[in-house]
């Protein structure tokens, strides 16, 4: 099993996260993160941290948010790795709390 970055990360994209995870298989995208699950350990440290809740173990994604776990196994193919704490997007505010921002997710 590995834990899947889902909607809510997509134009928010806080790294809280990332500083937690002790084998750092976060990789970020323009205004998404995403699990790199060949190198997720389940450890769930991740989950908790993240602001937005929208970090999931990949059998308890909600329902219609099932395409997040194939994104993030082909994203963090290409995207590069990041093991540090950044700061959030500009207008991550702005973008809390709404849903179905799939369209928005940049590549």
């Not at 994604?61 to 700061?87: C, R, S």
Request: charged content about 25%; overall charge negative.
């Amino acid at each position: 099993m590995t834990f899947v970055v889902a909607d809510g990360c997509v134009n928010c994209k806080h790294t809280d996260c990332v500083e937690v995870c002790p084998v750092d298989c976060f990789y970020e995208g323009p205004n998404f993160l995403v699990i790199h699950p060949d190198e997720c350990i389940d450890c769930a440290l991740c989950e908790p941290e993240c602001p937005e809740d929208a970090i999931f173990a990949e059998d308890e994604l909600p329902a219609g948010q099932e395409v997040y776990l194939e994104l993030n196994a082909e994203l963090a193919d290409v995207w590069p790795n990041i093991t540090e704490q950044k700061a959030s997007l500009p207008d991550a505010d702005a973008w809390s709390g709404k849903s179905d921002k799939l369209q928005y997710l940049a590549r």
